[in-house]
């Protein structure tokens, strides 16, 4: 079998100093990287916030013509209650929905249609809690 000696066995040859292995030192890279990460986060811009313009009333000079009104009332478990008109005497019934994209958005776009078409006026949406 072969063996491996780890001293050499004349001593006539020289002997040579074993070269010590490479190391490179990350430490300033690594620095570098989060001063590099903490000033784009501090420099950037963030999104901002898009939302719907509210207009609220400033006095009651005249009153909401109900034919163009459409109430929203909410409920639990994302759930909705909408009506076109007055309750007492509607021109759509109260209808529950939920807030998908299939409920009460499709809702008010059939509504908003209906009220420009007979009216020529935009609807006017009252949201109840």
Same mark, same amino acid.
């Given at each position: &079998?072969? +063996?491996?000696?780890?001293?050499?066995?004349?001593?006539?040859?020289?002997?040579?100093?074993?070269?010590?292995?490479?190391? $490179?030192?990350?430490?300033?890279?690594?620095?570098?990287?989060?001063?590099?990460?903490?000033?784009? &986060?501090?420099?950037?811009?963030?999104?901002?916030?898009?939302?719907?313009?509210?207009? &609220?009333?400033? @006095?009651?000079?005249?009153?909401?013509? /109900?034919?163009?009104?459409?109430?929203?009332?909410? @409920? %639990?478990?994302?759930?909705?209650?909408?009506?076109? @008109? /007055?309750?007492?005497?509607?021109? $759509?019934?109260?209808? $529950?929905?939920?807030?998908?994209?299939?409920?009460?958005?499709?809702?008010?776009?059939?509504?908003?249609? %209906?009220?420009?078409? +007979?009216? @020529?006026? +935009?609807?006017?949406?009252?949201? %109840?809690?």
């Amino acid at each position: &079998m072969a +063996e491996l000696n780890s001293h050499p066995q004349n001593s006539d040859k020289k002997v040579r100093a074993k070269k010590a292995a490479l190391r $490179v030192d990350l430490t300033a890279m690594v620095d570098l990287a989060f001063l590099l990460i903490t000033f784009f &986060m501090l420099t950037t811009t963030l999104s901002k916030p898009r939302a719907m313009k509210i207009t &609220m009333p400033v @006095g009651q000079s005249s009153p909401v013509p /109900q034919s163009r009104t459409m109430t929203i009332c909410l @409920g %639990k478990d994302n759930h909705a209650v909408w009506y076109l @008109g /007055q309750l007492t005497n509607p021109s $759509v019934a109260a209808t $529950v929905t939920n807030f998908s994209r299939d409920g009460l958005r499709r809702e008010i776009a059939k509504a908003r249609n %209906k009220v420009r078409k +007979e009216t @020529g006026k +935009e609807l006017i949406v009252v949201i %109840k809690t």
